[in-house]
């Protein structure tokens, strides 16, 4: 069933970008696996998907050690500030940084590793009280505040949409992100590290593709519903 979806989500991917005139290669996929077993995120890697995405820092720490070294595991949930340092060697990437505070906290725990992390900022663009994030207008403070750090290089921004039935709905939302990422590249405040834009998920991943996302989260299309 994973093989079956994952060729699906691919003819999607391959079907958006050439609607937007993108290469394929220019889109990342990561497997929400939260909550699914090893075995399953097994099958996917069959496929050749090696990227990974996670919730939670637990779900990591018991996953990595099962599965081969090349696995990358994203963290793509709220990370509280109390956990980055059983993270922070362990995920490649960490998607939901939404506040200063976090990222002083990986700031201080990366010192301590002497190791680097790369993050994106998570940016609440339709304003949902039940989610975690910058407001639009803050990114660019906090691209020139956490820019500063010596142990943190912010590779891009991240948003979760609304939870909608029709995907046209979310474009709106991915349109206004892309033209914040390609403002604040413009600017180049991040030093030009800026490449990324998580955005996109089962429901509107499409639509995310043809508005210029570089990586999609995919975890119902890909594993079945929990």
Known sequence: MVEENIKKVRENMEAACKRAGRDIKDVTLIAVSKTKPVSMMEEALQTGVLDFGENKVQEILEKKPLLPDNVRFHMIGHLQRNKVKQVIDKAVLIHSVDSLRLAEQIEE?????????DVLLEVNVAREESKYGFFMEEVEEAVKEIGNFPHITIKG???IAPNVENPEDNREVFKKLYQLYVDIKSKNIDNGTMSVLSMGMTG?????????????RVGTGIFGTR
């Open 109 to 117: 725990e990366a010192k301590k590793k002497e190791l680097h992390a």
């Open 157 to 159: 921004l991240m948003t």
């Open 204 to 216: 509107d991943y499409e639509v995310a593709i043809e508005e210029g996302a570089t990586m999609i």
